[in-house]
């Protein structure tokens, strides 16, 4: 998908070809905050019942961590109340909860260039996968990494779309689930969760495909809805449920707006030890997005089976760290109807997808095998040894700061 010039405010969807922005004047603009609620966080906790009630407000949930409260206020007055929040002297800030959008042995084996590739090209057309012999080796090394350690007993939490609970594939690796939308809860009606689960850490056994890390559980945080739209507020909380449940890795293949709530939530979660991992984006372009841009955030940019950076790719070494394949990644999807099966002709229970949404979860399931190889580091040794041994191929320094990530080097 290409990107169109938008006047104003746009929202991003991030999907598997890329990030699309609405038109002037179409119809099915989403907007890009949430309507009727905004975040607030108090300097003086004690007066934020007097300072919410003379707008005629009252106190909301908090945030997780992050000391912000979830304010509900009347629809068409967001902005004004956060202007007018924001000058009150006890009020460190207000801002808008922003729209989140998603950024997208074995049977199947074969089809999976980006963990095993001795100089194979795949190709995806009508459904069928088309190798061609001789063209670079471009995958992550992760059967050779699997020889040290599979990853047995790491938690990784996807916060995504939920996991679908028919495909045996990836549904058996799911150890806890949350709901933090108005989607159904246990199940993904939209289907990046699931295909962003199953690259992290699908069964690696006779049947379908294998994740990067086949021994890692899965944490499933549903923060986007069924239609694949969640909220900065839904996303911080989803993060703060991960490190409560036990997460190593937090991986968000995502996008959103910057937001403070957001960047305390992640802040939080690093330093209480997890290692967090987002997609660049796929807007071809050096645009930041979050919580991807966010200091303490792996941000991962997509690679092709050449070894180059994917055309649709974000990129920009000054704030994308590393590189992993993103175009045509063959993983799970739900067994049942789900929306991205009629919006990009994806099949059930197995098919590809493009984007890093797609990059993002191969590094974050790296770094969950270095966790399980050194299970008394910190995230910050976690870290260094995901970024420091990757690959530096063609672009690296330019397109993304450390190269493309190598889960046999890092586990090494």
Sequence with gaps: ??????????????????????????????????????????RDTGAAEGVLRGHGLTEGPGIGSTGAHLIRVPEGKELKLIE???????????????????ATDDQYFQRQYALHNVGQSFTN????????????????????????????DIKVAVLDSGVANDNPDINTKVVARANFTNGETGDD???????????????????????????????DGKVLNDSGIGSSSSLANGINWAVSNGAKVINMSLGV???????????????????LVAAAGNGGNQTKIYPGAYPNV????????????ASFSTYGASWVDIAAPGVNVYSTFPNHKFVLEGQYNRSRGYDVGNGTSMSSPVVAATAALVWSRNTGATSAVVR???????DAISGTGTYWKYGRVNADKAVR
Excluded at 11 to 28: N, R
Excluded at 298 to 309: E, L
């Design 125 to 152: 057309t009508a459904g069928t996968l088309t190798i061609a012999a001789g063209k670079p080796d471009a995958d992550v090394d992760a059967v050779e990494a699997w020889s040290t350690t599979p990853g047995t």
């Design 1 to 42: 998908m290409k990107k169109s010039v938008v006047a104003g405010l746009a929202a991003m969807v991030m999907a598997f070809g890329g990030i699309t922005l609405a038109a002037p004047g179409a119809a099915a603009a989403e907007p890009s905050q949430i309507t009727g609620q905004i975040l607030v966080k108090f």
């Design 257 to 275: 707006r910057a937001s403070r709530t957001l960047e305390t939530a992640v802040n939080n979660a690093w330093a209480r030890g997890v290692v």
């Design 84 to 102: 007018a929040l924001s000058r009150n002297p006890a009020v460190e800030y207000a801002e808008p909860d922003e729209v989140v959008t998603p």
């Design 384 to 390: 260094d040894k995901v970024e420091l041994t990757a």
């Design 189 to 219: 009606n939209y289907g990046h969760g699931t295909h962003v689960a199953g690259i992290v850490a699908a069964s690696h056994d006779t049947v379908g495909v294998a994740g990067t890390c086949p021994g890692c559980t899965i944490l």
């Design 298 to 309: 792996i941000a991962v940019a997509a690679t092709d089976n050449f070894d180059a950076k």
